[in-house]
């Protein structure tokens, strides 16, 4: 068998529905889900894919995600909502936030939404690129089970503690900014694992604090590192206090792993703020200095934009379908009862 297979998206996102919907979640939620893996796959960000399958299916079989929770607003305000995952998966809670949190912004200028014991939430920047193509500029968090340690410690507090920010443009894509406070994500760690490469250094290190290569051992016992030394790890407080103890959720060091079925809820938490440019500067003038911005930096030889590889690889998706590898289209189709 070759060691990988090419799908049109629509099958890609067709089979990663059947492998949910036979996993004890609903068809709702299932496609959620697999919209949102799909567009992981799409831009290219793979660790937040097709890879989740294996366990999110895993999960919701052995009830460590409610498949068939049905999110709802546990608290509203004229300008915030909170949102209780119930343990669910995070997509449609995020989708529920859209139908409610645009309407506050426009009115009050801006608009916060909560959301309590939730899961993983995959690219956060796809979620604040919504935000931007309505004309919001926005600002998502999440904490993740214990990963990163404090600055000068050795044992994890934080998580990977992930963050996105994002901006409408002009007849442009928006500005995208999604980043991981670790020097990587952990699905980038556990795609390493899947297909049996080791990790460069300086990505994480093992148990007692020594560089290691192993993507087994950085996900097992390892400790991964900030981005930006002590500022990245200082950061990573802030993005706590905001998705986990503002949110009521689970602390990174009190959440479950999000790579096993074993174990209760991670039940983290994530908080998404988004501006209405009309309330402060203006659109009109947001956008053209927005441009004056990019501009400055753009016309720099070798400088880019953050995510500026999206729209290619959109197309190619779109033109040429996606190759993923073939071990993970197998364990999707035995999940989904059709291998």
């Not at 079989?61 to 300008?79: D, F, H, Y």
């Not at 500067?281 to 720099?300: C, H, P, Y």
Request: hydrophobic share 45%; net charge negative.
């Amino acid at each position: 068998m070759s060691e990988t297979q090419t799908f049109t998206c629509s099958e890609l996102e067709e089979l990663m529905l059947a492998a949910l919907v036979a996993s004890n979640t609903s068809e709702g939620n299932a496609k959620s889900v697999a919209a949102a893996l799909l567009a992981a796959e799409i831009d290219g960000r793979k660790g937040h894919g097709l890879s989740r399958i294996p366990t999110y299916a895993g999960q919701a079989r052995s009830g460590k995600v409610n498949g068939q929770a049905v999110p709802e607003i546990m608290k509203e305000l004229p300008g915030s909502l909170m949102i209780d995952v119930k343990n669910g998966f995070f997509y449609p809670a995020i989708d529920l936030a859209f139908e409610h949190f645009p309407a506050k912004a426009k009115a009050n200028g801006i608009a916060a939404v909560g959301f309590h014991a939730s899961h993983h939430c995959g690219v956060l920047g796809h979620h604040v690129e919504k935000a931007a193509r309505l004309g919001f500029v926005a600002l998502v968090v999440g904490n993740t089970p214990q990963a990163m340690a404090p600055w000068g410690g050795n044992k994890p507090i934080y998580g990977t503690q992930p963050l996105a920010f994002a901006c409408p443009r002009k007849g442009e894509l928006p500005l995208v900014m999604d980043m991981a406070l670790t020097q990587v994500a952990r699905g980038n760690i556990m795609t390493a694992k899947q297909q049996g490469k080791s990790i460069p250094e300086g990505w994480a290190t093992d148990a007692k604090g020594n560089p290691t290569t192993d993507p087994e051992v950085a996900l097992a016992e390892g400790v991964l590192l900030p981005v930006g030394g002590a500022k990245g790890a200082a950061l990573g407080l802030m993005v706590e206090i905001l998705s986990a103890v503002l949110t009521g959720s689970a602390l990174s060091t009190e959440a479950s792993s999000f790579f096993t079925a074993e174990g209760e809820p991670p039940s983290v938490g994530q908080f998404l703020i988004a501006v209405d440019p009309d309330a402060f500067a203006g659109n009109a003038s947001f956008l053209q200095r927005i441009e004056t911005v990019l501009d400055s930096i753009i016309s720099q030889d070798g400088a880019r934009l953050p995510g500026g590889r999206r729209e290619q690889l959109r197309k190619d998706a779109a033109e040429k379908g996606l190759t993923v590898p073939s071990n993970l289209v197998e364990e999707a189709r035995k999940l989904a009862g059709q291998a």
